[in-house]
């Protein structure tokens, strides 16, 4: 049986970046969507916090255990921050947490402690496809085993960072058997093309890139885990417990802005929260949040005890999809006129919100 009450580390964590979110990701939040990026000295704040390494064990150089749980507590507080900034400062994690639960023994060995220093890993994953019914059991990108090496052909959609990494994580439809593996890509092969930065209704402070590999070639030793390679089901329920968390996080911040406004703003000589109409819209949205969060929190306990906890991840994120794009949306509609303004962050909230859903519906098929 699992508690709802956190103990002394995760409150500790949930503190510690619940302050990082407000005092710090709040603050930039518009200035880094204006500028379409994020200022330096966050990305440095944020890497200092150590959520990363605090994943990894300490005999690949970091300083703890790897937990789904904790990581969807930390993801929920730094949705709440900004969304655009969680998956830029989050992005490393995309490789090394695949590394971690699915790599061979050298791979961990060799690439980990990458993820560990003092600066920030310039490594991403290049996973998603600009494909209608993007289904990641069934990829485009392809890698074919020639002689021994893989060889890889495809292009790949909202790569984080890409035009800064060191290291791809590439996902691809391996040979005949059609099975989804993934292979550690250095970046500076001449065959890896980086394209144009995409440009999204939201998220405006990320940059995201498509990638081509075209005929990249890698060893037989940079397949991850190569011979017992890789385990889909195992990386995908992470990635859902970790981006419905940020939705829940993105959500929660849009409900304290509506209802704290709804409280303030007076019509016809009362606050508006006194509206039936209101005061039912707010309570809905909190319902939903809270219930997202529990579906999340019992996905996550199953996966740190070892149980079968993809089913319930999948529903979480499913849950969070719609969640996020209707909670954002109700935001904007108590705010009335106001909600549509940029005086008021519910607008930029509202297109995440839809960002994150379209995310999420992504990795749930």
């Not at 093309?193 to 940079?222: C, I």
């Not at 319930?312 to 909670?327: H, R, T």
Request: with cysteine; aromatic share 10%.
């Amino acid at each position: 049986m699992y508690s709802f009450d956190l103990t002394d580390e995760q409150r500790m964590l949930t503190d510690a970046v619940g302050k990082f979110a407000h005092r710090t990701l709040r603050k930039v939040y518009r200035e880094a969507e204006e500028a379409g990026a994020l200022p330096a000295e966050v990305i440095r704040t944020g890497w200092e916090l150590g959520l990363l390494p605090a994943s990894i064990p300490e005999k690949y150089g970091g300083f703890g255990e790897h937990s789904a749980l904790n990581g969807a507590l930390f993801a929920e507080e730094l949705g709440y921050g900004d969304v655009a900034a969680t998956l830029h400062l989050l992005g490393p994690n995309l490789v090394a947490i695949p590394l971690l639960l699915c790599g061979s023994k050298q791979q961990r060995e060799h690439y980990l402690p990458r993820f560990c220093g003092d600066e920030f890993p310039k490594a991403s994953a290049a996973f998603l496809e600009a494909t209608i019914a993007f289904d990641p059991a069934d990829l485009n990108t392809s890698a074919k085993l020639q002689g021994d090496k893989y060889v890889l052909w495809g292009q790949k959609a909202m790569v984080i960072n890409a035009d800064e990494a060191e290291l791809f994580l590439v996902y691809a439809r391996e040979g005949a058997s059609g099975n989804t593996q993934a292979y550690l890509v250095p970046a500076d092969d001449p065959r890896v093309h980086v394209n144009r930065r995409d440009h999204w209704m939201g998220f405006h402070a990320l940059k995201t890139f498509s990638v081509e590999f075209a005929g990249v070639t890698v060893p037989l030793e940079n397949r991850l885990g190569v011979k017992n390679g890789l385990d889909l089901v195992k990386v995908l329920t992470y990635s859902r417990i970790a981006l419905a968390s940020m939705a829940v996080g993105l959500a929660r911040g849009a409900f304290e802005y509506a209802r704290d406004y709804a409280k303030e703003r007076v019509a016809f000589g009362e606050p508006i929260a006194h509206r039936q109409s209101i005061a039912f819209m707010l309570a809905n949205m909190a319902i939903e949040i809270d219930a997202t969060r529990m579906l999340i929190w019992e996905a996550a306990w199953k996966m740190d005890n070892g149980k079968p906890a993809a089913h319930d991840a999948f529903l979480a994120a499913q849950y969070a999809s719609d969640m996020a794009l209707k909670v954002t949306d109700s935001a904007v509609q108590v705010l009335g006129g106001h909600g549509y303004i940029r005086d008021h962050p519910v607008e930029l909230w509202l297109r995440n919100g839809r960002g994150i859903s379209t995310l999420l519906g992504s990795i749930i098929v």
